[in-house]
Each structure stands twice: as structure tokens, then as C-alpha cells.
């Protein structure tokens, strides 16, 4: 026994020749013998764990996994025992650290902090919890438990923690699909409560699933009664109190889950993930300043301690980038760019950031400036301008979209997408030839030709000869996949062209594909508002009548025509929509920034008050009322007809660039 | 010559009133002989006088062996700057370094010593964050004393050395230093349009004036007078009148707030502050008065964006009224009305310091505006004087017949009146020992335990009204007392039930007690049970006792405000219980008090509903009908408010303000042409339209402060009710 220790793997496995490879190399050169316990792979499973010189054995599977993993630990012979999953894999500079570990008298057992990545690929998003992962061979340290089986080992004897990390790849989302685990899991969780109805670990491990699933009701009833059931020193408790608070939120029951938060809290009072929960539950109920509060306090806590399971950043660039949102709801827009720049650098790869810096450079005034902070922020640089160029193009910010393009190295993307991007970039700035030129060059091969046949025909409709487009349409026809597209497009030609002489003898829509259909024309529609085509415009929402017309519909039209500055017809979509039954706080707020337009200060005002006295939460609605005030005093100072016009010129100036005033119509806006 | 004395020459220094330094410091030479304290004052004062040379002559009695020596050699040389005498300079430096001053002091007076002789350039001076921040410090202080001694240029210039020194702070402090002796750029600068508009509001700001008042019904309408209708409203909190103060200021159009006065005028001023609404507040005394020219140019000052106060210029009137002298000094009177600003110290009270350090780099600027103050006039003192004198007489006849306790019951009386509590109580203490005659006995008794309470000795106090009750069984003075003593130990409902009693006895019979106060039996104990009730949390109790006050004293009116005050802190439904209750009995005077005191709290449907109370009974007014536009316009009935607003005829005082409103109404309602005419119609002042500009801006103010209110992060809402209400909103 002077010798030094001897260390066991311990491992359960069924089908992973996918990550076995990365995981058995990762602790082979620190552990003295490797068990193997095959519950039914039909996969090279047990060829490849031999090939890491591991001890393979056949064990039947019966749905219990502490008897599977029992099994194991029965045929180690080390003074240790290392406990790891397939698709987990040993941090390589943790492994060096890892046997010296083993000399201290003192400690039975070791905690490792498991690092799970959470999203498509391994990236930002993850979440951490520890787990036991290390302990001495002795015959009473056996799992208990079918699934999500535990070791019974006493807190206070000589447990330790070394921040030794494991990383785990079975959440990905691919793996979780492709693995079926959730309906795998499910089926023994069923199984379990069907037997034992008052295991809280089970009602945990169930509402876990459920929640997965996006089934929140069932999900939130399974919290609720583990939760009283549970005992609150269990380890998994602090996960259970949040993952019941996400489940309420989602549910758009805030109440209940700040109630849950907040006693949650006293237990537990530095799990920063709880304050970031509350911080989004505020934010939701549009009590900003609270949010503002709560993710600052995020910022403030530093990680929470290793034994919570916590979402990657939620102290750092998730904390920070959520003031940023919280701010462009408060229309702080300066201030919520700081933040989306300040969550950038923290984590260059984190894109939610990114988009929101580019829909803000569409109401600020310092674009340019501002555009060259993103840039240099950028890494990977081919990759992630492609991707500001696409938005900035999506923001109908064309010249700058076509200075990013410009920046692009030629092979970095597929140059199809890139031509399309530069064809719908000239589209936008009407240099119609040019665009059609660049869109003609793309291959029918490329994934990007079907698009680029859409701008085509919008470069001729546009331009001397419309009739030119059925060229592009009768094209399109043969591409499988664009039906709908196909249809609206070539309904609409006919439409403009005239050769359609009589809309009654078209052939109607589809309707089992309405929705797609509707959605086509607005996206036409709002392109043809955008050219400065209302006419054109007029004439493609008067196809959406056929899809039956829904005020929902007509709402969006008539938004996107206040967008461009089509009041007129705004204000007829807007008043169709609500006609048609719509009852939407943001249709009246258009309104009602369209009466203030029109001059119409008392509707407006009393517009506004309508609004507030249903939503008092309403920012938009105290910043468009007294909007319509302060335009009255400029208009009671500034109106025709009477003897001192012109004598408060200075006045009336400085009343202009107030703020609130000089700021952009999107303010009124939700 | 104590301690207090040099404390109030030096801040007298502080506050730059030179002048009355020097008088003070003459007359302190005079009785205690020449100190370096004085000394260094004195130099400090003639320099601030434009009198260097003579400045000089006094620093120059300093000796070393003073601990502040180094300062006294610092400002010597400073008085050699202002006069260009360069070798003086010189030899001075030598004496500074033997003085023993600190490196900074020595390198900083060496640096501007250079530059202001031979203009010397430097390179960056220290790197050392902690050094650059003390020599920077040494800097500013010379900078200080060269714009004591009236040198702005050269101060200026040595500032200059802040820039070369690794302290970001230091030229923002000069700047600061700079707008204290009102060498600023905005107020100075080439007037250009933009920079004169942005400088100023774009709303009209709120004025209000707060004064505290005990006694001073001679002075009053002086005072208030002054500052009728340039002040937007005026508060004036009592501390315990027993003259017709109170009604006087009320008549004159005041709020006036009854208010304990517990030995803290600070407490009492911030009171004052509390009540206020205005933007701006105006600290005005009884005895004093704004100067009848400065009218206009206090509107003025208060529309300045940047500034958040003004020291104003004392008059202190002096000697006969026939033809006074007058002393000069300056107080900071005008500031920027915000919660943080608040006053200290019970006796000197102060604010400034509160202001800088609530909101550092503040701006505190001088004005030319000017209060006129009267207390020190003969007739002022005179009057003072009749209450000593009349000690002195009691006094006499107390050494005359010692052993006579009327006598002495006369000189505790005359104590009383000098609120001199502890000598009083002495005296009457011995007058009562022995029998007491029932009629001068009552008076005797109440007058001791009055002084045992404001002594503070409350529970002597109760036990030995107990004890006194026995042999005035109907006085129910005492049990009023009681109930004051037992309030201020904070046991309430033992109070409640003591003013109950009260009411109970009703008012004590004149014979055979004497000296028995108006009220304590009726009104006073209604008033004063109402108070408690409502510290207990019984509003509906409150609002009834606050109601038969009113009625047992009509005419006064305090009571009302109070009863206001309750319904608009209370839940709405019961707020509409309560005036139910109310609507049953109440007069319509007391009515159109409460609509009125509704309209100024912002309960603009309590004060419809009362006005429509009024007028369901025949009874009305232009006032009212003034009013009542006034509600619907805030509850956007605009059609409604303009014909209310139109009824107002040009007789009735409010009716600028109505037809402005009448004109906000017509526009609001989007009835332009009928607003232009309208606008046409009242003829050719070219401010009408001002007004009903601002009348629009008042509603947008109203919306944006409310948006505020639930989200206090907005920016735009924050930026654009700092640009219209001037300064920035905290």
C-alpha cells in the first residue's frame, strides 16, 4: 500500500463509437485500468474502448442505471475510481493535476465541475454544475437511483474540490435529436413515477424533460410538486428553484416566478443565475428599472459558486448584453450600444449582440462611427462582416452594407451570396441596370439563383420595360421548392402588366398554403413602399384579399407604409385593420403618431390616454403625449393667421431640439 | 474674545463679507487685543477690500511660532503678486521655505512666483498621482486668494499650471472657483443667440417662498408684500405664533403650516422647504423684505439653466428708520428647490455647504439681487428691548420683596416671554411653593408645567399636573398640557384620550381661573386630537376631529388643510367616504378651501366633485368656476373646461390666467381657428401667446414627469424635462 494509489475508469456506454475515442484519450495516460461496461452497443463501441487497452464486459440493460454503473464499479480493482460518461471528455491541462490528488489522507471523494455545451456546436453557450466524479473503491460508495443516479456519500466526509473540469458534449443539440435521449428518458422517468409518485428526484428529473420539450404546463406542475416535496439540502434544489422560475416565466406567470425567485434567493442568495431569471422576468413586464437593477447585480456577483449549475456569461456578456435590451426598450439607444459593444468584447463570438448594433444603427447619428467600432471589434473577420453586410442590407442601410461588401476577401463566401447581396444593395439604392446585371451573372446552380430571380423581376417592374420580367418568372417556374413565390410573383406581373385582363378568371391561391402565400405579398408589398412604388404597393396588398384579408395583415402594411413615409396610406391600412377587428396596442400607438403627423392633437392626446389607461406600462404612449403637447405650444407660438408669427422663431427652434422632439418616429413605436 | 467669535468672523471670511469682518474684527481687537488669528482674518479682508498694502501691515505681525504660519507667509505674498512687487516676491519665497511649509506649498508658490514675473514655461510637473493631487490643491488655493484680491487675470494664468499637472480635477475646480467669484464664460461669454437660449428654460419655473414665522404680526405684511406676485406661491411655517400671525399671512395669501418647534431652526427651515412646490425657493425672514427694484430681476436669475442658487446682497438696515446706514453682506437665499438640499445646524443654520456637497460643482453664482433687512433698525431693537425692560423691572421688585410670590410669579412670567424656560421655571417653582389662590394659582400652575415641558422634564411634568388637577379640578388648561406632554413621549392614544377629556370639560371657567387660553376646551383640542388620531392611523377619526375644528373656530382654516392633506394620502374609496361624510356638513367656504387645496395636490376629481358640491347649492363664484376649468382641462374635458374658462369675467383676478386656459382649450381641442380668433380678440400682447404656450408645456411637463415616474431610467424623458424645467432633473 506505499506504493502509489491505483486508479480505475469507470465508464457505462451503448452505441458511442462517435465520442469514445476523445474521451478514453483524454484519461488514458492517468489511469492505471479502464472498465468498460457495455449495455448493448451494435456499433464499434467495444472495439474501440479496447483499443485504449480497456477491460470490456456485457451487462444486460434494464432500464436502471446505478445497477449498470454498480456493475462497473464491482469489477474495478483500484484504490480509486474515476467516473466518467462517453461524451464527456477530461479538461488536458486538469489531467496533469489529477494524480497527485489521489495521495491526500484526507479526502474520500472529489467534485469536478462539469461544463455542458448547450447549443448547435460547442461554443459560448454552456452551463456548468459539479458532480462527483472521483472517490475512493469502497463497497459502500455504490450509486443509487435508475436514472440521474447519485453516489450516497456524506457531504462532510472528506469531500473536496480541486477545480478539476470535465466537458460534456451530450447536450448539443444535434446529439440530443440524434440520440433520441428525451424520449429514452422519459420512458424510464414514466416508468419511476408510476412506482414511486412522491420522489421528488423523479418530479425533478421528469419537469427537466418537459421543460426540454417546451411542454411548460406539465413541465411546471412536476416543479411544483417536488418542490414540496424536496428536501432543501439536496443538491439538485438550487437547479430545481430555477428551472421552476424559467418554467413560470415562460408560462408569462411573473408574479409567480419572482415569487419563486425571491425566496429562492434567501436559500441561496449568491446563485446569480436567480437574479438574471428576475431580471428577465421584470424586463418582460416592462418594470425597467428593476431589470436594470437585477442584471447589473449579476455583473456585480462575479460567478456564482461552483456547486450551482449557471449558464455561461449570465455575470458577464449575457448580464451586460441584457441592459443593452432593456435600455432600447427604454429608447436610451446610445446607452444600449454602449452595452451591446461592452457584450461584444467580452465575448467577440456572441451574435445576439451583433444583430442589435446593427437594427441600432438604423435610428442613430453617429453610423459611420459607430460601424467602425463594430468592425474592429469583429473577429473572424471574412465570416462575421458577411454576416453585418446581410443585416445592414436586411436594415435597408444600403451604402453601408456595400462598403462591408467591399471589405469581404472574394473567397471568404460563396460568391453567388455575395452577388445577390451586392444585386439587392443597388436594388436598394434604385441603380435598377446595375443590380440586374450583377443578378443575372448567378448560376441556376447556386442556392442563392431563386432569390436572385425575385430581384430581377423587381429591377424590371421597376424599370422602362416590366414586361421583360416573365423572362425571370417563367424560370423560377422550374425551380422546385418556390412554388408560392412562383404564384405571387406571376400573379402580380400579370397585375402590372395588364395581361391578366380579368383578375376573375385567375386561378385562386391555394389555400391550404395561404399563410406563406400572405406572407409573400407583405414581404412584396413592403419592398414596393420601400422603391417609393405605393401605387405598386396598392396593387400587390389588393392580392392578400383573396387569401381572405386579415386585419393582421393590413396592420403590417400599413406600419411598413408609415416606415417610408406614406402617412396617407398608413393611416387607411391602420384604420381597415382595426375595422377589421384588430384590437393591438402597437396599431393605436401608430395612430396615434399619425394623428400627431396630421395635427390632429386632440385625438392624439386622447389616443394616448386610452392607451395608458389599459397599459400603463406604456412608455411610447407618455412620450407621444406629450409630444402632442409640446407641438401645441409650438403651434400656439408659431401659427398662421396670427399678428406675431415669425416673432418666436428662436423659441420655436429651441422647442424643436428638445430631445424628444428631435428624436426619430421610431420612438413612438414599440 | 471666544472661540464662537473668530468661528463667525471666519465665516464671515468664507462668505466674503469683508466689510463686516472688519468691524467685527475692530471690535474684537478692541476687547481682547491682537491675536495672529485676527491678524491673518484681517489680512485675509483687506486683501478681499482691494487694500493689499494695508493687508500686508497686518500679516506682517504674524510670528513663526503661530501654526498656521506658513499660510499667513502664503498670503503675504500673494498681496506682493497683486502689486507686482517682484523683490518683495522674492524674499518672501525665502521666508516660506524657512517658514516650514510643506514641498507643494513651496514648489507651487516657486512655480507662479516664475510664470507670473518672467511668464517662465514648465514641462509637466509631477507624475505621482497623490503629489500632482497636493500640489495641485496648493495651486488652487493661491488661485483662490489672487481672486479674493480681485485679480481674475492673473488668477487665470496661474491655473494654467493645473493643466501641466497629472490631476484631472484641478481645472475643473478652478472652473468652479471661477463661477463662485462670477468670472464664468456662460455668463460672460459673446451673448451669441444659442448660447443665451440655451441657457436659459424653456418653461417658466415655479417660485416659492418659505419663511418661518413665530410672533411677527408687526413685520409681516412687509415682508410678504415684497414678494406678492412674483413669487408662484408662498409657505410660511409657524412655530408656535400666540398674536394673529398665522391668520395675518393666510389673509395675505400664504399657506402657513403649524409647526412644533423643537429648538432647531434648521428643522423648522426645512420644513418650510419640504411644504414648497415651486422650482426655486426664496428663504425670506419676517423682519426682512426683497428690495422693491429687484423685482424683475429675480425672475430673471431663476431662469438661468446652470446655476443652482444665488447669494444676494444684504441690506442691513441700521440705526433710525428716518434714515438708516446700511451694512452689506450676502447670504444664500435663492436655490434650486430639490429634495437633497436641505439645511443643518439648529441654531446657524446652513445650506450651501449641503448644496456642494449633494451636488459637487454646483453652480452658486453672486447676484446683484437685494434683500433689505429691518431687524436691526432702532425700532426693531426697540421693541426687542420692551421685553428686557420689563424684566429688568420684574427683577427689582423681585430684589426689592424677596419673599413676595407674586413677585417672583411676575419675573418667571418675563423669563417666559424671552423664552428663557430654565430661569422661569426656577422662579415659579419657588412662587408656588405654599397656597395657592385659585385665581392667580391656575395661571401659576399652567405657566410651571409649560416651562417643565418645554424643559423637556415631561414625566415631572405629568405628575405633577396629576397632582395639580386635585386642586384645579377644572382647569382644563392642564389636561391640555397632558396631552402635549404625553404626545411628545410618543404614548398617543394616552394623549388622544387626554384631549378627549378635554372636550369633555369644555372650556375652563373664567372665574374663577384666569389666564386661561382661548380654545384648549373646544377647537385647539379637536386640532390637536385630529393630529393624533392620524399619527394613529385613524383617518376617519382624523378627518372628523380636523372638521369640528373648522367649525367650533370658524374662519380658520388649518384644520381644512389638514383634512385635505388627509384625503389625498388616503385610498380612493375611502377618500370618497370621507367626503361623502364631508359634503354632508361642511360650509361652502370650507368647500371652496378644500377644492382649492385639491386642485393644488393634483386631486383634480375630489376637487371637481367638491366644487360641484358648491355649486349643486346654488353657490358659486368666479373663483370657482376659475377652478373648475382648471379640473376639467386636467382631465382633458377640454370643450367643457373652455366654458368654464370663458365664464370668468375680466373683473375676477383670475381672468388672464382663464382666458389663456380658454385658449389652451380651444387649441387642445384642435378648434384652431377658433383660437386664433379667440387669441385675436384679447388684444395685442404679444405674452398671451407665451402663456398659452406654456400652458402647453405645463401638460407636457405633467406627462412626461408622470412617464417618469414609471420609468425612471428613460433618458429622453429625463433630457427633455431637464431642458424644459431648466437644470437637470435628478
Known amino acids: ?670 | 474674545m471666544g472661540e464662537t467669535g473668530i468661528d463667525r468672523i471666519e465665516r464671515m471670511v468664507a462668505f466674503r463679507s469683508f466689510a463686516r469682518a472688519m468691524s467685527e474684527i475692530r471690535l474684537a481687537e478692541a476687547s481682547d487685543g491682537v491675536s495672529p488669528e485676527l491678524a491673518y482674518l484681517q489680512g485675509m479682508s483687506l486683501l478681499g477690500l482691494g487694500r493689499e498694502d494695508e493687508a500686508r501691515v497686518a500679516l506682517e505681525r504674524i510670528g513663526p511660532g503661530w501654526r498656521r504660519y506658513p499660510e499667513a507667509v502664503s498670503l503675504l505674498l500673494v498681496c506682493a503678486w497683486i502689486s507686482d512687487d517682484w523683490p518683495a516676491s522674492g524674499a518672501i519665497l525665502e521666508k516660506l521655505a524657512l517658514a516650514g511649509a510643506d514641498k507643494y506649498r513651496l514648489s507651487a508658490a516657486r512655480h507662479i512666483h516664475r510664470l507670473l514675473m518672467e511668464g517662465g514655461g514648465f514641462g509637466t510637473i509631477s507624475h505621482d498621482p497623490e503629489d500632482s493631487r497636493n500640489y495641485g490643491q496648493a495651486i488652487l488655493e493661491f488661485v483662490e486668494w489672487l481672486l479674493v484680491g480681485g485679480k481674475p487675470d492673473k488668477a487665470r494664468k496661474t491655473a494654467k499650471l493645473l493643466a501641466l499637472v497629472n490631476w484631472s480635477d484641478g481645472l475643473a475646480q478652478a472652473e468652479a472657483l471661477y463661477t463662485a467669484f462670477e468670472i464664468n464664460d456662460i455668463s460672460g461669454g459673446d451673448g451669441s443667440a444659442g448660447t443665451a437660449l440655451t441657457g436659459r428654460c424653456l418653461l417658466r419655473p415655479r417660485l416659492s417662498l418659505c419663511m418661518i414665522v413665530k410672533d411677527e404680526e408687526q413685520d409681516l405684511k412687509r415682508s410678504l408684500g415684497s414678494i406678492g406676485g412674483v413669487a408662484d406661491e408662498m409657505v410660511v411655517v409657524d412655530t408656535g405664533s400666540t398674536d394673529a400671525t398665522a391668520d395675518l399671512a393666510r389673509r395675505l395669501g400664504a399657506r402657513v403650516i403649524g409647526h412644533v418647534w423643537k429648538e432647531d431652526f434648521a428643522e423648522a427651515r426645512n420644513r418650510s422647504l419640504e411644504e414648497s412646490l415651486g422650482d426655486w425657493a426664496l428663504v425670506l425672514d419676517a423682519d426682512e423684505e426683497l428690495h422693491p427694484d429687484d423685482r424683475e430681476l429675480l425672475r430673471e436669475l431663476i431662469r438661468d439653466r446652470n446655476a443652482e442658487g444665488y447669494l444676494v446682497r444684504m441690506l442691513n438696515l441700521v440705526g433710525g428708520s428716518s434714515a438708516p446706514d446700511v451694512e452689506n453682506g450676502i447670504s444664500l437665499r435663492l436655490f434650486r428647490l430639490r429634495p437633497e438640499y436641505r439645511f443643518t445646524g439648529a441654531l446657524h443654520e446652513q445650506i450651501a455647504e449641503n448644496i456642494i456637497k449633494a451636488r459637487p460643482g454646483a453652480i452658486l453664482a453672486k447676484s446683484a439681487l437685494r434683500i433689505v433687512h429691518h431687524g436691526y433698525t432702532d425700532e426693531a431693537i426697540t421693541a426687542k428691548n420692551k421685553k428686557h425692560r420689563n424684566l429688568k423691572i420684574a427683577q427689582a421688585e423681585v430684589e426689592k420683596y424677596p419673599d413676595d410670590r407674586f413677585r417672583r410669579f411676575n419675573l418667571g412670567i418675563e423669563f417666559m416671554r424671552l423664552e428663557n424656560w430654565a430661569e422661569a421655571c426656577e422662579h415659579l417653582a419657588a412662587a408656588r411653593e405654599g397656597p395657592l389662590g385659585t385665581y392667580w394659582g391656575s395661571k401659576m400652575v399652567k405657566a410651571h408645567n409649560l416651562c417643565l415641558i418645554h424643559l423637556n422634564q415631561i414625566n415631572r411634568a405629568l405628575l405633577q399636573i396629576s397632582s395639580d388637577l386635585l386642586t384645579f379640578p377644572q382647569l382644563t388648561d392642564l389636561v391640555y398640557l397632558k396631552g402635549v406632554g404625553l404626545q411628545m413621549l410618543g404614548r398617543w392614544s394616552e394623549a388622544a384620550d387626554e384631549f378627549r377629556r378635554c372636550l369633555e370639560m369644555g372650556p375652563a371657567p373664567v372665574p374663577p381661573y384666569a389666564g386661561v387660553e382661548e380654545g384648549l376646551g373646544g377647537h385647539k383640542a379637536h386640532y390637536a386630537l385630529g393630529q393624533v388620531l392620524e399619527t394613529l392611523g385613524d383617518r376617519t377619526g382624523a378627518a372628523e376631529s380636523y372638521l369640528k375644528a373648522a367649525r367650533a373656530h370658524s374662519g380658520w382654516l388649518l384644520p381644512v388643510e389638514c383634512l385635505a392633506k388627509l384625503i389625498l394620502r388616503s385610498e380612493p374609496a375611502e377618500a370618497d367616504e370621507m367626503l361623502e361624510k364631508l359634503f354632508g356638513s361642511a360650509q361652502p367656504d370650507e368647500l371652496a378651501l378644500l377644492a382649492e387645496l385639491f386642485c393644488a395636490g393634483r386631486a383634480y376629481e375630489l376637487g371637481l366633485k367638491s366644487i360641484g358640491r358648491i355649486m349643486e347649492n346654488g353657490q358659486g363664484g368666479d373663483r370657482l368656476n376659475y377652478l373648475k376649468g382648471l379640473c376639467l382641462l386636467k382631465l382633458t374635458d377640454y370643450r367643457a373646461a373652455c366654458q368654464e374658462f370663458l365664464k370668468v369675467p375680466p373683473t375676477s383676478p383670475d381672468y388672464r390666467n382663464a382666458a389663456v386656459r380658454a385658449c389652451f382649450c380651444l387649441w387642445a381641442d384642435d378648434r384652431f381657428e377658433e383660437a386664433g380668433a379667440f387669441l385675436k380678440s384679447l388684444g395685442t400682447e404679444r405674452a398671451l401667446q407665451a402663456d398659452v404656450a406654456e400652458v402647453f408645456l405645463q401638460e407636457a411637463v405633467e406627462v412626461l414627469e408622470e412617464g417618469l415616474r414609471r420609468f425612471p431610467d428613460s433618458e429622453i424623458l429625463i433630457n427633455t424635462l431637464g431642458r424644459l424645467k431648466g437644470g437637470t432633473v435628478a
Open chain 1, 1 to 670: 500500500m506505499n506504493a502509489s494509489p491505483k486508479l480505475s475508469l469507470c465508464m457505462i456506454v451503448r452505441d458511442e463509437e462517435e465520442f469514445l475515442g476523445r474521451c478514453l484519450a483524454s484519461v488514458r495516460a492517468v489511469v492505471d485500468e479502464i472498465i468498460v461496461v457495455d449495455t448493448g452497443s451494435a456499433d464499434r463501441t467495444a472495439e474501440i474502448a479496447r483499443s485504449y487497452g480497456a477491460r470490456v464486459f456485457n451487462f444486460t440493460w434494464r432500464d436502471d442505471f446505478a445497477a449498470a454503473r454498480n456493475f462497473s464499479l464491482d469489477r474495478a480493482t483500484g484504490d480509486w475510481i474515476l467516473y466518467l460518461d462517453a461524451d464527456e471528455e477530461l479538461v488536458l491541462e486538469d489531467a496533469a493535476r489529477l494524480r497527485p490528488l489521489l495521495d491526500d489522507p484526507n479526502v474520500n471523494a472529489y467534485l469536478f465541475q462539469t461544463i455542458s455545451f448547450t447549443g448547435d456546436t460547442p461554443g459560448p453557450a454552456r452551463v456548468s454544475c459539479v458532480h462527483l466524479r472521483l472517490f475512493r473503491n469502497r463497497p459502500e460508495h455504490r450509486y443509487v437511483g435508475a436514472i440521474h443516479e447519485r453516489l450516497p456519500i456524506d457531504p462532510h466526509s472528506g469531500l473536496a474540490y480541486r477545480n478539476l473540469r470535465i466537458l460534456h458534449y451530450g447536450y448539443l443539440t444535434g446529439v440530443v435529436r440524434s440520440k433520441g435521449k428525451i424520449a429514452r428518458n422519459l420512458k424510464i422517468l414514466r416508468h419511476l413515477a408510476a412506482r414511486d409518485p412522491d420522489d421528488p428526484f423523479t418530479l425533478y428529473n421528469l419537469g427537466t424533460e418537459y421543460l426540454r420539450q417546451g411542454h411548460n404546463r406539465q413541465a411546471a406542475r412536476a416543479f411544483a410538486r417536488a418542490q414540496k416535496l424536496i428536501d432543501a439540502a439536496s443538491g439538485w434544489a438550487p437547479e430545481l428553484a430555477k428551472k421552476y422560475a424559467i418554467c413560470l416565466m415562460e408560462l408569462g406567470d411573473y408574479t409567480g416566478a419572482l415569487d419563486q425567485l425571491n425566496k429562492s434567493l434567501e436559500v441561496y442568495p449568491d446563485y446569480a443565475d436567480l437574479v438574471f431569471l428576475q431580471g428577465c422576468c421584470r424586463h418582460r413586464q416592462k418594470l425597467y428599472s428593476s431589470a436594470l437593477a437585477a442584471f447589473g447585480r449579476c455583473c456585480e456577483m462575479g460567478s456564482p459558486p461552483i456547486f450551482y449549475p449557471s449558464d455561461d456569461g449570465v455575470t458577464t456578456y449575457q448580464a451586460v448584453f441584457c441592459q443593452g435590451l432593456v435600455h432600447q426598450d427604454l429608447k436610451n439607444y446610445n446607452r444600449a450600444v454602449e452595452y451591446y459593444l461592452q457584450a461584444l468584447k467580452m465575448k467577440p463570438d456572441y451574435r445576439p449582440p451583433l444583430l442589435c448594433l446593427v437594427q441600432a444603427l438604423t435610428v442613430g447619428e453617429n453610423d459611420r462611427e459607430l460601424l467602425t467600432v463594430i468592425s474592429e471589434r469583429l473577429e473572424c473577420p471574412a465570416d462575421a462582416r458577411f454576416f453585418l453586410a446581410t443585416h445592414l442590407a436586411a436594415a435597408r442601410r444600403y451604402t453601408l452594407a456595400q462598403e462591408q461588401i467591399g471589405l469581404i476577401g472574394e473567397k471568404a463566401v460563396p460568391p453567388a451570396e455575395l452577388s445577390l447581396l451586392r444585386g439587392i444593395c443597388l436594388l436598394g439604392i434604385k441603380r435598377l441596370r446595375e443590380a440586374a446585371e450583377i443578378l443575372m451573372l448567378i448560376s441556376p446552380d447556386s442556392p442563392a439563383y431563386p432569390r436572385a430571380l425575385l430581384h430581377l423581376c423587381l429591377c424590371d417592374w421597376l424599370g422602362p420595360a416590366p414586361r421583360e420580367a416573365s423572362v425571370w418568372l417563367r424560370r423560377l417556374g422550374r425551380v422546385p421548392g418556390w412554388r408560392v413565390e412562383s404564384e405571387v410573383y406571376g400573379r402580380f406581373h400579370r397585375l402590372v402588366t395588364g395581361t391578366g385582363r380579368d383578375t376573375g378568371r385567375e386561378a385562386a391561391f391555394s389555400p391550404v398554403r395561404a399563410k406563406r402565400h400572405i406572407s409573400r405579398i407583405l414581404d412584396l408589398t413592403g419592398k414596393l413602399f420601400e422603391l417609393d412604388r405605393p401605387d405598386l404597393a396598392r396593387l400587390a396588398v389588393s392580392m392578400a384579399g383573396e387569401c381572405g384579408e386579415r386585419p393582421e395583415s393590413l396592420a403590417q402594411v400599413g406600419r411598413m407604409a408609415a416606415d417610408f413615409g406614406y402617412f396617407f396610406e398608413a393611416e387607411e391600412f391602420l384604420r381597415k385593420a382595426r375595422m377589421g377587428g384588430l384590437r393591438d396596442v402597437a396599431v393605436e400607438l401608430e395612430l396615434a403618431a399619425l394623428r400627431i403627423k396630421s395635427g390632429q392633437l386632440r385625438s392624439a392626446g386622447r389616443s394616448y390616454r386610452e392607451i395608458l389607461e389599459a397599459h400603463p406600462q406604456s412608455l411610447e404612449s407618455y412620450l407621444g403625449w406629450a409630444r402632442a403637447f409640446i407641438e401645441g405650444a409650438v403651434k400656439a407660438l408659431d401659427a398662421g393667421g396670427n399678428k406675431f408669427r415669425g416673432m418666436w422663431t428662436r423659441e420655436v427652434q429651441a422647442l424643436r431640439s428638445l430631445p424628444l422632439m428631435a428624436a426619430p418616429d421610431r420612438l413612438l413605436r414599440p
